[in-house]
């Protein structure tokens, strides 16, 4: 059975700057829906100005990993839907935030944290296979390089359970770009790439990274278990 994936954009950038738009036109969730589906892979496209910003209660329910991109309008995204989105990950269903997402409002709240950073200029960038061992990690070379935009330590987020990727910047900065968590149920990877105004989501290491972090993701599970505080009222022995 194919994974099913809902991959949410915010999907203004490409509406509004010239720059963007030229690169990936018909938006970077449309583009990556391109290269990433197949067989196993199933992707439905969502975006903040769709009714329902996008994601219905069906469509959450139908979803094994919800990916996401955000960027100038975090702000937007109700909180009822991002609680909403945070009890399914708990309940098994696994999440891929990239760039810029590590300041929405699914991230922090799923995570715990801030998000915050130090960013820059867009650059060269090597990145480094810290756990080539990892599933995400397969086929991924021990580095490679992209342009990208500069993002650094520190990183204020949790201590990761893994860190798969690490990134240096020619300005010398460097950046944990590539980690997991487990909450609840669910698995989370966060991975930096994917500034609009770069191709670096065009750069086939990172596709098979993303790709990766999708099977990773997906839930192990089909069980009935969804995490919910259980009230017994049968005693066990009898």
Not at 69 to 76: D, T
Request: hydrophobic residues 35%.
């Amino acid at each position: 059975m194919a994974i099913r994936v809902t991959f949410w954009h915010e999907f203004r950038h490409e509406k509004t700057v010239e720059k963007v738009k030229s690169i990936y036109p018909d938006g970077l969730h449309a583009y990556l829906k391109s290269c990433l589906e197949c067989d196993d892979i199933k992707i439905t496209l969502a975006a903040l100005d769709d009714p329902n910003q996008g994601i219905t209660d069906e469509l959450l329910e139908n979803t094994d990993v919800l990916m996401w991109w955000g960027h100038m309008a975090h702000h937007e995204v109700n909180d009822e839907l991002v609680e909403k989105i945070r009890k399914r990950v708990y309940a098994g269903m696994g999440f891929l935030p990239l760039h810029s997402a590590h300041h929405s409002k699914p991230f922090k709240r799923i995570i715990g944290c801030t998000g915050n950073l130090t960013w820059g200029r867009n650059q060269k960038a090597i990145v480094w296979n810290l756990a080539p061992w990892h599933p995400i990690a397969k086929d991924i070379p021990l580095n490679f390089q992209i342009i990208e935009e500069l993002y650094s330590e520190p990183f204020y987020i949790p201590k990761p359970d893994e860190i798969i990727f690490a990134t240096w910047f020619e300005d010398g900065n460097i950046f944990r770009g590539g980690v997991t968590y487990r909450r609840g149920l669910g698995k989370i990877f966060y991975f930096h790439t994917g500034h609009e105004e770069v191709e670096s989501l065009k750069d086939q290491n990172v596709q098979r990274v993303i790709k990766n972090g999708i099977y990773w993701c997906a839930p192990e599970s089909t069980g009935s278990y969804n995490g919910d505080n259980l009230h017994q009222t049968e005693p066990i022995l009898k």
